[in-house]
């Protein structure tokens, strides 16, 4: 998403840290370039002049080129300030004391509202939430099927309207289902439109009238540019909007959107979408989001998807094989499945710093790791197990019943054992410590 304001403002820095001192008129210069940065990636020119006046300010105030490193004092001030644009603090989505909380999804046609509340509810309920969808987007052909299909995936109940039940009513019944079954969230997910009129607002505060919505939150698609600043205002004017959830950040947009609208709105990104699978939605942490768009990394994220998927017990009964040296071809996979289920490969190379700069413009094959699966599962158990004794024979078998080439046996089988020795490497530094490092960090 940030990839093209990523590149650019990672060009201006480094040759602001290549420099030992720093005038006034450098700063300046570097400004113009950050805010020419700004508006190409598509924020909204009021936002980007603010940005680089508060910016300036704070380094006039700094005296950012007496400092010893200015570069990095101009890299810190500008990461500040775009924490701060992009809305300064985390804001988790709280739930009230008496259940249930309902949260009213807005938004267009197109921006993909009705999978984020299936994302929603599925994000809630791995929290140990009991959530509820309501389809109350009766309009567009086929969403409450789709929505339905959702909730079996997620394992979510979904409140589907009667025949002749208009979307007020869908509201209103789905909150007396909530009450009665005991579901702590509902989420009522709304028709859309293709474009804002005063039919989709009338009845948007029909159904806040009688839902009362603990939050009202407005999908926008990250791709939309400066009309988001626009639609995102056009709703606010008339259904007042608690905060926003950013759809398709994993596009190819120039993502001036999440810089532009929490500015001229005032209200926070709850949430952003990551990708298509429904488990791609994740909490929006503005400084962390500011560090990625300086090509900084994001390794709380990181490890917080690596949790996920690795369990204490998990991570500890890896550190027993690899203190017995027992690490196998099965758990080489296991954990190739989990670093998938993470997320992207591009992605989560993204987050690590200063890997960023280094991916930019190159393709990751995700297929990779699938051909990696798949000749380990042609294998037998004693040759995972065992891979010593896979002779050209048996590589051969691998190849043809995986679908792949002897070649690439063979460069799997290399691989594993560059893992191991490395992992070797590890466990003996640890022993020296008196601590072997986890493959992940426990949750």
Known sequence: MFEQLQSKLGEIFTRLRGRGTLSVEDV?????????????????FKVARD????????????????????????????????????GETYHPLRLNSRPPTVVLLAGLHGTGKTTTAGKLALHLRKQ????????????????????????RSADVPVFAPGAGMDPVEVARRALDRARDTAADVLIIDSAGRLHIDEALLAELTRIRDQTSPHYTLLVLDAMAGQDAVRMAEGFHQAVPIDGLI????????????????????????????????????????????????????????LIERAQEQVTTEQAREMERKLRR????????????????????????LGMIPGMGARMRGAEVDE???????????????????HPQIIDGSRRRRIARGSGTSVQDVNRLLRQFDEAKKMLRQLEAQGRRRGKLPLPFPPS
């Open 28 to 44: 300046d210069a570097a400004l113009r370039e950050v805010r020419l940065a700004l508006l190409e990636a598509d924020v909204h």
């Open 246 to 301: 950013l759809t398709k950040l994993d596009g190819d947009a120039r993502g001036g959107a999440a810089l532009s609208v929490v500015a001229t709105l005032g209200r926070p990104i709850f949430f952003v979408g990551t990708g298509e699978r429904l488990e791609a939605l994740e909490p929006f942490h503005p400084d962390r989001m500011a560090s990625r768009i300086l090509g900084m990394g994001d390794m709380l994220t």
């Open 367 to 385: 297929r990779a790791l699938g051909r990696l699966e798949a000749m380990v599962g042609s294998m037998t158990p004693e040759e995972r197990r």
């Open 128 to 151: 140990g939430r009991a959530p509820l969808l309501a389809a109350a987007d009766i309009y567009r052909p086929a969403a409450v099927t789709q929505l339905q299909v959702l909730g």
């Open 325 to 348: 040296a027992e690490f196998t071809l099965e758990d080489f996979t296991r954990q190739l499945r989990q670093v998938r289920a993470m997320g992207p490969l591009d992605q989560l």
């Open 51 to 86: 940005f680089v006046a508060r910016v300036r300010e704070a380094a006039v105030g700094q005296e950012v080129w007496k400092s010893l490193t200015p570069g990095q004092q101009v890299v810190q001030i500008v990461y500040a300030e775009m924490t701060r644009t992009l």
